[in-house]
């Protein structure tokens, strides 16, 4: 029987006895189920290999490890080898002559100090350890969105507050900073936010401005940032939230459509959002969608437009109307 903890491996062998050969019973290790074997001629030499299976054939493993053998009931009587690493498929691809014959009872570790998988339709062999580290990582990262969540739905040592259009909330100067220089500025400096602790964002709904809330706190669902994405895109213009600002652009421009596409195009001039506008001019003339919106909306954007904009939709046209 072979023991196992961690990345070590190690098998007790109370007496060879007359045996020319020797094999473990498999132990795991990773995704494979692995051997050893003896063979004793003149002197021993030591086996490690995968045990035969559709895993050790389909996804073998690249294997950095250590042996030792040493006499049982001794601290001092052992032989080291040197550091392997090398791909193993079969028996026969990996075995340690032994110089000396051991007689009695004696132990064999093998210590793993790496291992990869390596991939059928090849490209880099993948460590089976840093999976695991990314899922420690991954578990950490959940563990404190859950608690910045927390933070925000039940105003633990909430110390702003937060002023809108329709109703007050609480939060974190500390988050808010760390998001936004503005807000940073705010609290940094003798302002009026810094003496009272509360801040007016009068510009935005309650239901706006806790989407935001959510964001800064990583906790926002998908359906509240499409319902609140214009709204948040002003937030992130003002605020100077560079990420949210991009994501809001990147959503925008998934969602353009015959209702909304002058909206959009006005949003984009607005904040300097240069794919959407772009999305917008492409879906309006290169498309041909201009003749599905009615008049009197076309109308009222030129009536109310940035003239420069205007211009540049002429300039459209009349690059569609004389390609080069």
Not at 23 to 37: H, R, V, Y
Not at 177 to 204: N, W
Not at 260 to 269: D, Q, R, S
Not at 273 to 283: A, E, I, S, V
Request: with cysteine.
């Amino acid at each position: 029987m072979v023991d196992t903890v961690a990345r070590l491996a190690q098998w007790k062998i109370d007496n060879l006895g007359p045996c020319s050969y020797k094999k473990s019973d498999p132990f795991k290790l990773g995704i494979w189920n692995w051997c050893f074997a003896i063979v004793r001629n003149r002197f021993l030499s030591i086996h490690l290999f995968p045990e035969p299976s559709r895993v050790s054939k389909e996804h073998p493993p690249v294997a950095k490890f250590v042996l030792r053998i040493s006499v049982a009931g001794s601290s001092r009587k052992f032989l080291v080898s040197p550091v392997y690493e090398r791909v193993l498929k079969t028996q026969d691809d990996f075995v340690w002559p032994v110089d000396t014959a051991f007689t009695g009872r004696f132990i064999i570790d093998v210590e793993f100090l790496e291992l990869k998988i390596c991939h059928m339709n090849g490209g880099e062999a993948s460590s089976i350890w840093s999976t695991d580290g990314n899922s420690i990582c991954n578990e950490a990262q959940r563990s404190t969105l859950c608690c910045l969540s927390r933070m925000l739905d039940e105003a633990i040592h909430a110390d702003l507050t937060i002023i809108t259009s329709d109703g007050t909330l609480r939060a974190h100067k500390a988050i808010m900073s760390a998001s936004s220089p503005v807000f940073q500025s705010m609290f940094h400096h003798d302002l009026k936010e810094k003496e009272s602790s509360t801040i007016h964002i009068e510009d935005m709904s309650l239901e706006s401005c806790t989407a935001l809330l959510r964001y800064l706190y990583g906790s926002i669902k998908q359906e509240d940032f499409r319902k609140h994405c214009l709204a948040l895109l002003g937030a992130a213009n003002k605020y100077d939230i560079g990420g949210l600002k991009d994501l809001c652009e990147e959503s925008l421009l998934e969602d353009i459509n015959s209702d909304n596409v002058l909206e959009m195009l006005n949003e984009a001039w607005l904040y300097h959002l240069h794919k959407l506008k772009k999305g917008c001019l492409t879906f309006l003339f290169e498309f041909g969608k201009i003749y599905d919106i009615r008049d009197d909306e076309i109308n009222n954007l030129f009536k109310h437009a940035d003239r420069e904009l205007v211009m540049e939709m002429f300039q459209e046209v009349l690059t569609i109307s004389n390609p080069v």
